[in-house]
């Protein structure tokens, strides 16, 4: 149980274009989603929060017309890389929180962005 | 400010050479400590919740254990499918948003 989805799982593209990535929780409802970027051999660094029907909480030094998300329904949270250029090349990954007390953040296999 | 400290940053084992890796974490108030297992390229994928001190966890050849300052995860007899990184990552009492906080984590490599 207990399964997010993310796709794509790796797109190239050119700088200018902007990418959207998209992450459903599968089996069950995503009160909480969180989108975070990893960078070769660190750690994840959480860029913001997003909860169901309200707008995105980001992280100091993310950039929210940059980096936009969009949390419609319990089971599906986007991320839109606006006007992607190469330093926003990177490994994003989402996780999805249940609404019941202690549960673990439980995360997709993430999306490997490459800007030319 | 809460920080979460995990070593060794990488470490080498033969098969069935049993070790323990280190998460040190300083936290306004531990709601609870998550263990994850990270593969190449993929997503994090859920190990442990620890809450209290003492308290300890066991699935397969690994157990997880808690200590008001840190908490160990002790890998027993390990096998070559063991090789993963593996991220400690704890969350505050008091962060309404349900945030959690990730060590660098620990890059675990069992020879054959």
């Known amino acids: 149980g207990a399964v997010v989805s993310q796709h794509p799982s790796w797109v190239i593209c050119k700088s200018g274009t902007s990418v959207k990535i998209e992450c459903r929780s599968l089996?069950?409802?995503?009160?909480?989603m969180f989108w975070y970027r990893q960078f070769p051999k660190q750690s994840l660094m959480l860029m913001a929060t997003?909860?169901?029907?309200?707008?995105?909480?980001?992280e100091q030094g993310v950039e929210k017309d940059k980096f936009l998300i969009n949390h419609a329904s319990l089971t599906l949270s986007t991320l839109t890389v606006t006007s992607a250029h190469p330093e926003d090349s990177s490994f994003y990954i989402c996780?999805?929180?249940?609404?019941?007390?202690?549960?673990?953040?439980?995360f997709g296999d993430g999306t490997r962005l490459s800007i030319l | 400010e809460d920080q979460v400290t995990q070593s060794p940053e990488a470490l080498r084992l033969q098969e069935g050479e049993s070790s323990s890796l280190n998460c040190s974490y300083t936290?306004?108030?531990?709601?609870?400590l998550f263990w994850y297992r990270q593969d190449p390229g993929k997503g994090p994928e859920f190990l442990f919740t620890?809450?209290?001190a003492g308290e300890e966890k066991e699935k397969e050849r690994l157990k997880a254990t808690l200590t008001k300052k840190e908490s160990f995860l002790h890998i027993t007899a390990p096998k070559p499918e063991d090789s993963a990184t593996y991220l400690c990552?704890?969350?505050?009492?008091?962060?309404?948003?349900?945030?959690?906080?990730f060590g660098k984590g620990t890059r675990l490599h069992i020879l054959p």
């Open positions: 996780s999805g929180l249940q609404g019941v007390l202690n549960q673990p953040q439980h």
């Open positions: 089996d069950f409802q995503a009160t909480t």
């Open positions: 997003s909860n169901e029907g309200s707008k995105a909480t980001y």
């Open positions: 936290v306004s108030g531990l709601r609870g």
């Open positions: 620890l809450y209290s």
């Open positions: 990552a704890v969350q505050a009492t008091f962060d309404r948003d349900d945030k959690i906080i």
